[in-house]
Nanobody
Framework: QVQLVESGGGLVQAGGSLRLSCAAS????????MAWFRHAPGKEREFVAA????????YSSDSVKGRFTISRDNAKNTMYLQMNSLKPEDTAVYYC?????????????????WGQGTQVTVSS
């Protein structure tokens, strides 16, 4: 099993940047596919980005492509989401998620392990 803790959220002006971190416990972190989702009020939980553990391949939603970058440091058991050129519509609670299966999916139901979330607020 793996336990996840997000950090790095906060209030930022439009056009600014934030870097989220997801610290994982457990010796097998390197063998989990990892993902970021976000949940804004009145909306469904939305896929943001994912990274495959086998080869480091990354995937991101069209809404964040070119602005957000997902990465991981297996030696530190940590995943990151670098968010640049932030927009007010990026405001949400951001969650990290993990799954040990080989397939990377963009649906939240696929992921077995979740963090508690970190709030990101982008002011206009």
């Amino acid at each position: 099993q793996v336990q996840l803790v997000e950090s790095g959220g906060g209030l930022v002006q439009a056009g600014g940047s934030l870097r989220l971190s997801c610290a994982a416990s457990g010796r097998t972190f390197s063998r989990y596919n990892m993902a970021w989702f976000r949940h804004a009020p009145g909306k469904e939980r939305e896929f943001v980005a994912a990274i495959r553990w086998t080869d480091g391949s990354t995937y991101s939603s069209d809404s964040v492509k070119g602005r957000f970058t997902i990465s991981r440091d297996n030696a530190k058991n940590t995943m990151y989401l670098q968010m640049n050129s932030l927009k007010p519509e990026d405001t949400a609670v951001y969650y990290c998620a993990a799954d040990p299966r080989s397939s990377v999916q963009s649906i939240p139901e696929w992921y077995n392990y979740w963090g508690q979330g970190t709030q990101v607020t982008v002011s206009s």
